[in-house]
């Protein structure tokens, strides 16, 4: 029973259980434990940037060829733009045959009636209208990089992070000494993750207790079917979609769940898809990926493969159109799509992100009412955590297809890690050394 207790999936399943308990039983206090979980994602947080210095540089660093990083980078920014692609079309195509929005139009009226909640989602469409796409783009590059660690901005990391290890790559030997100590350094960065992860169920407790304590149950009832809709959705989208993707390359979703299935427990928990960002790139090393793949193409899919979000997106706007009866032609579909392709990429790092593309998305449409988005308010957070899982179960199976299609795929350890035997030395990823197999005792 010890031995149970001390396997990870159970601690946070337990915690999860526990969370919903108090949060349905104590709402108010429920409500109250936001600041654990806060605190849980800011530890996870504090990590991401080091992490994704340290690999990608040592991953690029260990390349051999320029070209080759140009290739991987390429591959990935494409694959990311047709499978988002395909999340939008299957989102519109699945809202407009189950109709989610119709029969809630009283509700819908309501909503707008209500100046509290109107108020609420004002804050969104404000910061919505102040979106510049253009500055997103042109954001990438920092004007400062200490400024772009301490901010923990991704993309500026992950940019600074390819330039470093190209630059370290083309010095060939008189770099080893500095790449040997990068290499310490990211075992030491696992070592802290390794530590930071103990507390991973008090995190997804307080996470799921808030949620439950401020939006009630009761919250789900008029808007269940819009819900029923994105969930299926995305069902259908990763046992169809990336089930097919994967067989395509000779792997099998259900195996590659399975041994993320601790991410994908803690992302649940915590409603953030940050908090599994690190230990993700672990995993993908320890399944058979490479570590400049994982490094690279994981970071970036953060914010350009965002599929559990596009369909998110996609489905919300069309259920808002079906519930303030506004007809949208197959035209203005079509065009919807296309902006949402450009508005999901700025769904990654920014606090109440869904809303604000949303907004912004319904603003480029002038179709739809932006405050319209009020409607959502009392559902978002319950569905917040089925679009970052699928993110991350997405964002996974990139790196999975990048690497075998780079040839940067270990089948040994691919075996050795479905077997849940620790992997040898001669073939472990340097940073993973630091952390065994979770659910696993250190050997």
Same mark, same amino acid.
């Given at each position: 029973m010890k031995r149970l207790f001390s396997n990870l999936t159970?601690?946070?399943?337990?915690?999860?259980?526990?969370?919903?308990?108090?949060?349905? *039983?104590? $709402?108010?206090? /429920? @409500?109250? *434990?936001?600041?654990? @979980?806060?605190?849980?994602?800011?530890?996870i947080k504090m990590l991401i940037a080091p992490i994704i210095f340290l690999t990608v540089v040592l991953g690029i660093a260990g390349m051999g060829s320029l070209k080759k990083v140009g290739r991987v980078g390429g591959k990935a920014l494409l694959y990311f733009e047709i499978v988002t692609t395909l999340a939008l079309g299957l989102g519109v195509v699945v809202a407009n045959l189950s109709q $989610?929005?119709?029969?809630? &139009?009283?509700? =819908?009226?309501?909503?707008?009636?209500?100046?509290? &909640?109107?108020?609420?989602?004002?804050k969104f469409?404000?910061?919505?209208? +102040?979106?510049?796409?253009?500055?997103?783009?042109?954001?990438?590059? $920092?004007?400062?990089?200490?400024? =772009?660690?301490?901010?923990?901005?991704?993309?500026? %990391?992950?940019?600074f992070s390819v330039l470093f290890g190209l630059a370290l790559n083309r010095m060939g030997d008189y770099a080893q000494p500095l790449v040997k100590t990068f290499d310490r350094l990211s075992h030491a960065m696992f070592g802290v993750l390794a530590l930071v992860m103990k507390l991973a169920p008090i995190g997804a407790f307080g996470g799921m207790a808030f949620t439950i304590g401020k939006y009630g149950i009761a919250t789900l009832l008029p808007l269940g079917k819009l819900m029923l809709v994105v969930y299926a959705t995305m069902f259908l989208f990763i046992f169809g979609v990336l089930n097919l993707i994967l067989r395509a390359y000779k792997l099998r979703l259900g195996p590659y769940l399975s041994f993320i299935k601790e991410e994908i427990l803690l992302v649940l928990g915590t409603s953030s898809s940050e908090s599994a960002l690190p230990r993700m790139i672990d995993k993908l090393e320890r399944y058979g990926c490479s570590r400049s793949v994982a490094g690279l193409v994981i970071p970036t899919g953060y914010s350009?493969?965002?599929?559990?979000?596009?369909?998110? *997106?996609?489905?919300?706007?069309?259920?808002?159109?079906?519930?303030?009866?506004?007809?949208?032609?197959?035209?203005q579909q079509l065009t919807l799509i296309a902006i949402l392709v450009v508005t999901s990429k700025g769904a990654a790092g920014v606090t109440g992100s869904g809303f604000i593309v949303l907004a912004s998305t319904l603003a480029a449409t002038k179709a739809i009412p932006v405050e319209s988005v009020a409607l959502l308010l009392g559902v978002d957070r319950f569905m917040s955590e089925a679009r970052a899982i699928t993110n991350v179960i997405?964002?996974?199976? @990139?790196?999975?297809?990048i690497a075998k299609? +780079?040839? #940067?795929?270990? +089948?040994?350890?691919?075996? *050795?890690?479905? &077997? /849940?035997?620790?992997?040898? #030395?001669?073939?472990?990823?340097?940073?993973?050394?630091?952390? $065994?197999? %979770?659910?696993? #005792?250190?050997?």
């Open positions: 159970v601690q946070v399943l337990t915690a999860i259980a526990l969370g919903v308990l108090v949060g349905g *039983l104590f $709402p108010a206090f /429920g @409500a109250a *434990l936001k600041p654990v @979980a806060d605190t849980f994602i800011s530890l $989610p929005g119709a029969g809630v &139009q009283a509700t =819908a009226q309501a909503v707008l009636r209500d100046s509290k &909640q109107t108020a609420e989602a004002a469409t404000s910061q919505a209208g +102040e979106m510049n796409w253009v500055e997103f783009f042109t954001h990438i590059v $920092p004007d400062n990089v200490v400024g =772009a660690f301490a901010k923990g901005d991704i993309l500026q %990391v992950l940019l350009f493969n965002l599929d559990g979000t596009s369909i998110y *997106l996609s489905i919300s706007v069309i259920f808002l159109a079906q519930a303030f009866n506004v007809p949208l032609s197959l035209t997405s964002n996974g199976v @990139a790196t999975l297809v299609s +780079e040839g #940067e795929f270990d +089948e040994a350890r691919h075996q *050795l890690a479905l &077997q /849940g035997h620790s992997v040898p #030395e001669s073939k472990q990823p340097a940073p993973a050394a630091a952390l $065994p197999l %979770v659910g696993q #005792e250190r050997s």
